[in-house]
């Protein structure tokens, strides 16, 4: 058996004012995720190659352990932090350290800026309380959503998945 070290996942990363949303880029059964107030961690096998991926991400604040949620999409994990200070201004990054991790990316489907959100405080291209629902729902923990299974229709068809027209 090889001793080789886990390496991190791509892990994609957007905000909103009261939330952060984490893309696990892996397809894996049953991986192992924790989280915590200052930090995230996330451990599983490739279905694919079966390597090894895991990594610790702290946090560049607090969040709600029992309010956050996450749920296995089969071709991802996604996850939905709570920030502990809903009113605080958004987040410079997601981890407190200058320097930008080689696997974070931004999401830019879920991103949304701080001056894109509507007069009545809500984003204007996301419904969270839909997206926790569709977890397990609103204020489910990790340990709640970990027996949910998801199905072949709850995935998003994606735009690379359609054929290519043929070149001339």
Sequence with gaps: MSTETAVPPAVLWAQRK???????????????????KE???????NAQDNKVHEVTIPLYDAVVPETSAFVNKGR?????????????????????????PHYLKIDFNKW?????????GKSNNYDIEEMLRSMGGAGAGAGD????????????????????????
Excluded: H, Q
């Design 18 to 36: 009261e939330d952060v949303f984490l893309t696990f880029s892996i397809e894996s059964k049953d991986p192992n995720i924790k989280i915590e």
């Design 76 to 100: 991802c994990i996604e996850m939905i932090l709570r920030k502990e200070k809903k009113d605080a201004s958004y987040w410079p990054s997601l981890t407190k350290d200058k320097k930008k």
């Design 112 to 120: 949304t800026d701080e001056d894109d959100v509507e007069e009545d």
């Design 145 to 168: 959503l970990a027996a949910a299974k998801p199905s072949f229709d709850d995935l998003e068809e994606d735009s690379d998945d359609e054929n290519l027209p043929d070149l001339e």
């Design 39 to 45: 930090s995230v961690y996330f451990k599983g096998v």
